[in-house]
């Protein structure tokens, strides 16, 4: 089982639409969360953190439950230029600095 | 403000050729990492450092060496390319505080392939 997983997508949307990301993590002793936002070919960019009760950052929502280990990302009101793929970030345990990073879901808002 | 700067963006190499991959960043970060992405997987971690004169293995570290001798600057050593070397490296810094959520700062990656 890989330590962070996700759905590889793509999800092909159309500008407007809400769209939901999920993630799994296998290790219970993790502590920080985040999600990252990677357009093709650059560099990962922190999107936001996620935070135990839940957060919003303008169109953005994270959410977290610890007893299923699971992780979400929802999007309303896409924008064309939210076409990214959508990396789920973990750190390794307890203490752990190290960060674990799922493969990505790949969105794409259309016209 | 710089952040982490990566050099060089792009690099062919030969079979067998060695090179180093320069990191550095100017946020007075204590820890740093090195990262490579294969075409549509995830990173995985090569090496890291938690802080000068401090190194360890990550992932996948065979074929790769590194050193940390001031806080700024974290090269990546190959030192016999193989085509299996063949990627999009990334380095990363922050300041590793335990039970606190602190994202890494990425560099914008050395695009490598060996031939």
């Known amino acids: 089982r890989k330590e962070v997983e996700q759905d590889p997508g793509p999800f092909n949307v159309p500008e407007g639409a809400t769209v939901a990301f999920n993630c799994t993590y296998s290790n219970s002793a993790s502590q920080s969360f985040f999600w990252y936002r990677q357009d093709c070919r650059k560099e990962p960019k922190l999107l936001m953190s996620v935070y135990s009760s839940g957060n919003e950052d303008g169109r953005f929502t994270a959410q977290l439950n610890r007893a299923s280990q699971y992780i979400s990302l929802l999007i309303r009101d896409s924008k064309l230029s939210d076409s990214a793929t959508y990396l789920c970030?973990?750190?390794?345990?307890?203490?752990?600095?190290?960060?674990?990073f799922g493969s990505g879901t790949r969105l794409l808002v259309r016209p | 403000n710089a952040g982490v700067t990566q050099t060089p963006k792009f690099r062919i190499l030969k079979i067998g050729q060695s090179m180093t991959l320069q990191c550095t960043q100017d946020m007075n970060h204590n820890y740093m990492y090195w990262y490579r992405q294969d075409p549509g997987m995830g990173l995985k971690l090569i090496y890291y450092s938690v802080g000068a004169g401090i190194t360890d293995k990550g992932e996948v570290p065979n074929g790769y060496n590194v050193s940390r001798s001031t806080t700024e600057d974290f090269p990546l050593r190959l030192e016999l390319a193989a085509p299996s070397q063949t990627s999009v490296y990334f380095c990363a810094s922050n300041n590793g505080i335990a039970y606190s959520n602190q994202p890494q700062h990425f560099g914008d990656g050395t695009r490598l392939s060996i031939l």
């Open positions: 970030v973990v750190n390794g345990g307890d203490s752990s600095y190290k960060l674990i």
